[in-house]
T-cell receptor, first 112, second 112 residues
Framework: GAGVSQSPSNKVTEKGKDVELRCDPISGHTALYWYRQSLGQGLEFLIYFQGNSAPDKSGLPSDRFSAERTGGSVSTLTIQRTQQEDSAVYLC??????????FGQGTRLTVV | QKEVEQNSGPLSVPEGAIASLNCTYSDRVSQSFFWYRQYSGKSPELIMS????GDKEDGRFTAQLNKASQYVSLLIRDSQPSDSATYLCAVNMDMGRRALTFGSGTRLQVQP
């Protein structure tokens, strides 16, 4: 596709439910990154993929968070048993190796 | 010490002036450096990349890199109110093994 695509754009979920967020990177981009951003705060790194492997997943805040990437393309970030503190904008970015990274429009997650 | 440091601001400049944004980083072997602009409620947008010491100009923007001093800066000439945003510095450390590391951003306000 022309840019990084994330879905859904908005997600409201009840506390305790599981959610899946999807990222479709720019075609051919080998690197894929997940960050999250709470209101008025900076970017918080979650996980980084190079191809299908994750050399850096040091930012995942708890074992409720997991992510996978298949076929070197689409990535899914899963949050199990959501908590209110998980409410944030989840941003995905992709790049060709370690060059310029481009962001998707984000998924706004609200846990009620 | 944060790995990528920026003054949070706000940095306030009058319309038409030069805005100077600075960033320092901790990893001496970092290879690539990026500036992103983020408007409120939007995702970060790449505006400049720089890989070697010196200046790189693109329109009203100039990125400056000094690897010996471990700083990178962004100059915005003829600042416009539409430049008012948060500017994020990002550094690629440990190529291939780590994700882009972001500073917390500098908020720029251009006064009409």
């Amino acid at each position: 596709g022309a840019g990084v695509s994330q879905s859904p754009s908005n997600k409201v979920t009840e506390k305790g439910k599981d959610v899946e967020l999807r990222c479709d990177p720019i075609s051919g981009h080998t690197a894929l990154y997940w960050y999250r951003q709470s209101l008025g705060q900076g970017l918080e790194f979650l996980i980084y993929f190079q191809g299908n492997s994750a050399p850096d997943k040091s930012g995942l805040p708890s074992d409720r968070f997991s992510a996978e990437r298949t076929g070197g393309s689409v990535s899914t970030l899963t949050i199990q048993r959501t908590q209110q503190e998980d409410s944030a904008v989840y941003l995905c970015a992709s790049s060709l190796w370690n060059t310029e990274a481009f962001f998707g429009q984000g998924t706004r997650l609200t846990v009620v | 010490q944060k790995e990528v440091e920026q003054n949070s601001g706000p940095l306030s400049v009058p319309e038409g002036a030069i805005a100077s944004l600075n960033c320092t980083y901790s990893d001496r072997v970092s290879q690539s450096f990026f500036w992103y602009r983020q408007y409120s409620g939007k995702s970060p947008e790449l505006i400049m990349s720089i890989y070697s010491n010196g200046d790189k100009e693109d329109g009203r923007f100039t990125a400056q890199l000094n690897k010996a001093s471990q700083y990178v800066s962004l100059l915005i000439r003829d600042s416009q109110p539409s430049d008012s945003a948060t500017y994020l510095c990002a550094v690629n450390m440990d190529m291939g093994r780590r994700a882009l590391t972001f500073g917390s951003g500098t908020r720029l306000q251009v006064q009409p």
